[in-house]
């Protein structure tokens, strides 16, 4: 198969008119005429924004040829190139002496255990929270009522945090298993095209069936889910784990003996943490984030990425993404920016506000919203104890928590009176999408005067990399503390804890990924390390 890169393709309104014209184009650069080009994939698409008064794609194709070696002895443009499609390959391994146990079902775990059910091992997976379809209601429930369910929320649940996000799945990481992730997530129903599009997301409207689907795979090949069921200890012996203490939601509890387990806990099982650090496995303090949600009319996002192409219909609801350091040595930067999105309320315990941030897969929400956060490092946490920044988490959420008045309601300040360091009174022409609703008032009653400041310093500082992103009515809500894990579970070279032989600790809760498709990588990881042990 032939990829051809680096072809152009002006904005449009129908994809059909789009291939046709990447066809010519391709055949164009092979020097044979279209009907020679038995089929077309399209293999990558980016925009290029660079010039707003060339916006335009940059798109890849790969293409199926006749008389294949001889177009390409006449081609001698580096766009031009031999690629085998991808394939990957289970490793070769024997059948387990017992079922591995897979703990969470967010992005890590379905992956971990989509890999062992493909490779015959049966896994068990524990997921504390219920399957998508009831988590969806008690989510939705919290929003409307504020009644908050600890073990079934935005953070926990059959598909993990992610569930409730853009479905965002950029990554910065190389590992070719990223391109497994992707054909698995489409197989299960998520959209074709995040196999090609530069910025792929699947949008939380359609992330449930994707993830119902993976769970039915896994089923299907002899895989066994257990939701409601959180993991309350790690039985060892001689340094090897040996079983798994569980309760279920209605006060079961209950045993099962396995040699492996990948802990796949996710970044907000605090009381998982604790009950490790008492059981003696190795934590350390990691860095992480914190800071607020910030709003902008998407209007506003749109005209200043696009210019006078701001409404095309082919461009969508335009991204960014901004990063400033300071001279206080401190980094600001923006985090899982959500196109025509809502700010969400994503506590996991009571008495406690957080906030995340999703959208459909429209991305058609009057809002864009992404988090504004300050990079902190253990030097800025409460004490040496392993799980400080923990603490610190809570001490901010719970902050956030009594500065709106409680019921959940989330603090809020336009960003006009943020930099000024007064109190909002009042929302301006921008409408908090916060389901919970907001309480106006100064943020600094519940983040620190550092962060404050450097989020001050930072807002300015992107104003001047994108016009309008100090928007005087845009608005800030907080906080948001649950980026990434604030501690991370050491493991060696061959994934097993540096504590207890036969665990795995995986993906975003043990410090390992940070997103989608990284923790995805790291479950197929731990399931490949599993299976080679």
């Not at 925009?47 to 335009?56: S, V």
């Not at 969470?104 to 379905?110: E, H, L, R, S, V």
């Not at 001689?238 to 798994?244: C, E, L, M, P, S």
């Not at 809502?342 to 988090?371: K, Y």
Request: with cysteine; aromatic share 6%.
């Amino acid at each position: 198969m032939i990829r051809i890169s680096n072809l152009t393709l002006p904005l449009h309104d129908s994809d059909i008119d789009a291939l046709a014209f990447l066809k010519n184009a391709a055949a164009k650069q092979l020097g044979i005429a279209p009907g020679q080009i038995f089929s077309l994939r399209l293999a990558k698409k980016s925009m290029d924004a660079r010039k707003k008064d060339h916006i335009h794609f940059l798109c890849s194709v790969e293409a199926e040829v006749e008389n294949e070696a001889k177009v390409l002895s006449r081609c001698r443009s580096a766009n031009i190139t031999l690629v085998q499609p991808y394939h990957y390959s289970l490793p070769i391994s024997k059948p387990l002496e017992q079922r591995p146990v897979v703990v969470g079902f967010g992005p890590a775990g379905m992956f971990a255990a989509l890999i062992l059910a493909q490779a015959g091992q049966c896994p068990i997976v524990l997921e504390r929270g219920s399957c998508v379809e009831e988590r969806s209601k008690s989510v939705q429930d919290f929003w409307q009522t504020g009644r908050l369910d600890p073990e079934n929320n935005v953070q926990f649940g059959e598909g993990g945090a992610g569930t409730f996000s853009d479905g965002k799945l950029n990554t910065g990481t190389k590992d070719g298993r990223a391109r497994k992730v992707l054909e698995e997530l489409v197989k299960a129903g998520a959209p074709e095209e995040i196999l090609f599009l530069s910025h792929p997301h699947i949008g939380t409207d359609h992330l449930p069936k994707t993830v119902k689907g993976i769970r039915e795979t896994i089923e299907q090949l002899g895989g066994t889910i257990h939701f409601n069921t959180k993991l309350t200890g790690l039985q060892q012996k001689d340094g090897q784990v040996v079983g798994v203490s569980i309760t279920t939601r209605n006060g079961h509890a209950d045993s099962l003996e396995t040699k492996h387990v990948i802990l796949a806990i996710g970044h907000s099982a605090r009381d998982t943490y604790e009950m490790i650090h008492s059981a003696g496995l190795h934590l350390e303090q990691k860095p992480f984030s914190i800071g607020a949600r910030m709003e902008h009319p998407q209007a506003l996002i749109n005209h200043a990425q696009f210019g006078r192409f701001a409404d095309s219909p082919s461009l969508g609801a335009a991204e960014y993404r901004l990063a400033v350091h300071l001279p206080n040595g401190r980094g600001v930067y923006t985090f899982c920016m959500c196109p025509g999105g809502t700010v969400v309320a994503a506590a996991s315990e009571e008495g406690m506000t957080v906030t995340n941030g999703m959208s459909n897969f429209a991305r058609d929400g009057q809002n864009a919203n992404a988090a504004l956060l300050v990079g902190i490092s253990p030097e800025d946490f409460p004490g040496a104890h392993p799980l400080a920044g923990m603490h610190l988490q809570r001490k901010l959420e719970q902050a956030a928590f009594q500065l709106a008045g409680g019921g959940y309601y989330a603090p809020a300040q336009r960003v006009e009176d943020f930099l000024k360091g007064c109190a909002s009174t009042h929302m301006g022409d921008v409408i908090p999408t916060y389901a919970r609703g907001v309480t106006p008032c100064d943020l600094s009653g519940c983040l620190p005067a550092f962060a404050i400041e450097s989020m001050r310093q930072g807002i300015l500082a992107m104003d001047r990399k994108l016009h309008g992103f100090a928007y005087p009515d845009a608005v800030l809500t907080g906080v948001e503390t649950r980026s990434s894990a604030p501690v991370r579970l050491l493991r060696g070279q061959d994934l097993q804890s540096v504590s207890l032989r036969g665990l795995y600790p995986c993906g975003e809760g043990a410090g390992y990924a940070g997103g989608i498709v990284s923790a995805a990588v790291d479950g197929i990881k731990c399931a490949e390390g599993v299976l080679q042990s």
